[in-house]
């Protein structure tokens, strides 16, 4: 879903924009979402840097990076927030923050192995953010099963 971003637009919280900014590398890229949120809070917005890459496929940009030196197939999805003039921050929406967002996707043991890291901020009411704190993972788990029946069929 994060990877390819037509997924995002299957869901049944689309999000209201969605575009590639920018094709940094053939690895990352800069993307524009825009999430509609309901009256009487404004839209959010997220301007978002983001990189792929499989151990296998860009060996040395894990090594680059400093990566995992793991002898099994991984992919690594490292998103955050970034600026760029030509979107600034404009009083219509509130821009979200996305201080870390990764996810580790490993073969192991004849499966795949996920491994989820997220902190985000869209500046939302105290009683809004004190239901999505106490009830995040249960949403998280449920939503990423929603979208995957939405978008690949099944129970």
Same mark, same amino acid.
């Given at each position: 879903?994060? %990877?390819?971003?037509?997924? =995002?637009?299957?869901?049944? $919280? @689309?999000?209201?924009?969605?575009?590639?900014?920018?094709?940094?590398?053939?690895? &990352?890229?800069?993307?524009?979402?825009?999430?509609?949120?309901?009256?009487?809070?404004?839209?959010?917005?997220?301007?978002?840097?983001?990189?792929?890459?499989?151990?296998?496929?860009?060996?040395?940009?894990? =090594?680059?990076?400093?990566?995992?030196?793991?002898?099994?197939?991984?992919?690594? $999805?490292? !998103?955050?927030?970034?600026?760029? @003039?030509?979107?600034?921050?404009?009083?219509?929406?509130? %821009?979200?923050?996305?201080?870390?967002?990764?996810?580790? *996707?490993?073969?192991? /043991?004849?499966? !795949?192995?996920?491994?989820?890291?997220?902190?985000? /901020?869209?500046?939302?009411?105290?009683? @809004?953010?004190?239901?999505?704190?106490?009830?995040?993972?249960?949403?998280?788990?449920?939503?990423? *099963?929603?979208?995957?029946?939405? &978008?690949?069929?099944?129970?």
């Amino acid at each position: 879903m994060n %990877r390819d971003l037509s997924y =995002k637009l299957k869901g049944k $919280t @689309a999000p209201k924009q969605l575009k590639v900014v920018e094709k940094t590398s053939p690895y &990352s890229d800069i993307v524009y979402t825009e999430v509609a949120f309901p009256f009487p809070m404004s839209n959010r917005e997220l301007l978002q840097k983001r990189l792929f890459v499989g151990n296998k496929e860009d060996p040395e940009v894990v =090594k680059q990076l400093g990566l995992f030196d793991f002898t099994h197939r991984y992919y690594v $999805t490292m !998103i955050h927030s970034t600026e760029r @003039a030509e979107y600034p921050i404009t009083k219509k929406v509130v %821009r979200g923050v996305t201080p870390v967002n990764h996810t580790l *996707l490993e073969e192991v /043991d004849g499966g !795949i192995k996920v491994t989820f890291l997220t902190c985000q /901020d869209l500046d939302l009411p105290k009683a @809004a953010a004190k239901s999505l704190e106490d009830n995040m993972g249960v949403v998280v788990v449920l939503g990423l *099963l929603d979208f995957y029946k939405q &978008s690949f069929g099944g129970k």
